[in-house]
């Protein structure tokens, strides 16, 4: 499975930006998608997790602010950001689950700043 993310950017506090992830390759076997962020020195965290079910994971801070969809017959993973705020700033990153495999996209640079 191959993932390729886009949509990331520059932008203000209080903006939005739309990611999206698509996948290619083995996708018959994918289960669920998802986005994860990595700031500068922290930990990589889950954003949110949409399996092929509708079924939703998603961390309670982002909840209102962030929504991911999902897109199954073009394979795509969508996360529409809004009220961006600096704390946000980190490289998005989106995830596929197929079975015990895991897989990664390269990720998209998301800054918010004035």
């Known amino acids: 499975v191959q993932l390729q993310a886009s949509g990331g950017g520059l932008v203000q506090p209080g903006g939005s930006l739309r990611l999206s992830c698509v996948a290619s390759g083995s996708i018959a076997s994918v289960t669920a998608m998802g986005w994860y962020r990595q700031a500068p020195g922290k930990q990589r965290e889950l954003v949110a997790r949409?399996?092929?079910?509708?079924?939703?994971q998603q961390i309670d801070s982002m909840k209102g602010r962030f929504t991911i969809s999902r897109d199954n017959t073009n394979n795509t993973v969508f996360l529409q950001m809004s009220s961006l705020e600096p704390d946000d700033t980190a490289v998005y990153f989106c995830k596929a689950e197929a079975g015990w495999h895991v897989y990664w996209g390269q990720g998209t640079q998301v800054t918010v700043s004035s």
């Open positions: 949409i399996h092929k079910t509708g079924s939703i």
